[in-house]
């Protein structure tokens, strides 16, 4: 299965809830930052998220309340570095006791220190790996040497120890289609359980010009489109489309919800017009469907994953032959059935950019 069944069937029934509830608005995914710390400064990655100090951390009682106001099934463990989060294994096991599933988001360079022999395994636990490409591209994204080698080393160590391992790689301006398609490819030798591939999102304290305008991100996904189907890839077909420019989908920003160190971020990941205190106040003050239309010229080049996966979902849900493919997307995960030739110069080290 693309993902874990325990997951899938979480998912299921929470969007049936919903629907028996006749809710058009509702989150799916919290995104929770417990810190502003970070051990790396990426290019592509906004100031506050490598800035904060960790004694403004938020508490392991915060986040589990924002884990009970929002109610969502699964969540993203970011920030910041998250395994930097010194109540880390008091947190995750408050949220594997809720039967939440978590994405913990991770550099990987405090892995061995913090994560493993630590924290085990668990089916409620998927460790994400950020990998924006080889060693050249991925160590210069995040202006450190040596990153890549580490991370890579980490993925092989999560799945020999048992965790559920996926990766996360954003394509930028530079990134080539080549390079994308070698990942994938060392990647399946590693036999990743899922890989996100997404197009660079602007945040907007990022000043550098290295993120993709709406027609490179047609262009660049149209080919990631034609590839998709040989790697374990966990956008939907239908997202797929939608970044290659095949369809149009409004965004739904009140899917992915955020909470930070500051508060609740609104309107979404991305964009920080405003930070509440209050989980009330936030779902009932943001015009959600302003932020729906992608009117705002902040919003035009967006095509972040969070933002419109759920309505990916709810487009293929509509139309018979779209579900009965979303159906086979998640009962399938492409495996690699017999070693690559991999003579030559090693995939690690070749860097197409």
């Known amino acids: 299965m693309r993902f874990p069944l325990g997951l899938a069937l979480a998912v299921g029934r929470y969007m049936a809830s919903q629907a028996l509830r006749r809710r058009d608005r509702f989150p799916t995914t919290l995104?929770?930052?417990?810190?502003?710390?970070?051990?790396?400064?990426?290019v592509g990655c906004s100031t506050?998220?490598?800035?904060?100090?960790?004694?403004?951390?938020?508490?392991?009682?915060?986040?589990?309340?924002?884990?009970?106001?929002?109610?969502?099934?699964?969540?993203?463990?970011?920030?910041?570095?998250?395994t930097l989060y010194p109540e880390l294994p008091e947190?995750?096991?408050?949220?594997?006791?809720?039967?939440?599933?978590?994405?913990?988001?991770?550099?990987?360079?405090?892995?061995?220190?913090?994560?493993f022999d630590v924290v085990p395994p668990d089916k409620h636990l998927i460790v994400n790996v950020h990998l924006d490409g080889l060693r050249e591209t991925h160590d210069f994204v995040c202006n450190r040497a040596g990153v890549f080698d580490h991370a890579m080393r980490m993925i092989a160590e999560c799945k020999a120890r048992g965790y559920q391992t996926m990766t996360n790689t954003t394509v930028f301006q530079e990134t080539s289609l080549e390079e994308v398609r070698e990942l994938c490819e060392l990647l399946m030798d590693h036999d990743v359980d899922g890989m996100l591939i997404s197009p660079g999102y602007q945040?907007?304290?990022?000043?550098?010009?290295i993120f993709l305008k709406r027609e490179d991100i047609h262009a660049k996904f149209g080919e990631i489109l034609k590839f998709s189907k040989q790697y374990p890839i966990i956008a939907t077909p239908t997202f797929l489309r939608f970044a290659a420019g095949q369809r149009e989908l409004n965004c739904s920003p009140y899917s992915t919800?955020?909470?930070?160190?500051?508060?609740?971020?609104?309107?979404?990941?991305?964009?920080?017009?405003?930070?509440?205190?209050?989980?009330?106040?936030?779902?009932?003050?943001?015009?959600?469907?302003?932020?729906?239309?992608?009117?705002?010229a902040r919003c035009q080049n967006c095509y972040m994953h969070s933002g419109f996966e759920a309505s990916a979902v709810r487009a293929a849900t509509s139309n018979p032959k779209e579900a009965l493919e979303l159906l086979a997307w998640q009962m399938t995960r492409p495996r690699r059935r017999t070693p690559r030739n991999t003579s030559g110069p090693s995939p690690v080290t070749t860097t197409p950019n």
């Open 257 to 296: 919800v955020t909470r930070t160190p500051l508060g609740w971020k609104a309107p979404c990941y991305l964009i920080d017009e405003k930070y509440y205190s209050t989980w009330d106040e936030f779902w009932t003050s943001v015009d959600w469907a302003y932020w729906e239309s992608r009117q705002d």
């Open 91 to 115: 947190l995750l096991q408050g949220l594997i006791e809720r039967g939440k599933y978590i994405f913990l988001c991770t550099n990987t360079l405090a892995m061995e220190k913090r994560v």
């Open 31 to 42: 995104m929770l930052e417990p810190l502003y710390t970070c051990n790396l400064a990426c």
């Open 203 to 209: 945040y907007e304290t990022v000043q550098r010009d």
């Open 48 to 82: 506050e998220r490598h800035t904060g100090k960790l004694s403004d951390r938020l508490t392991v009682a915060q986040c589990l309340e924002a884990v009970d106001q929002s109610k969502v099934p699964t969540l993203s463990l970011c920030g910041g570095e998250p």
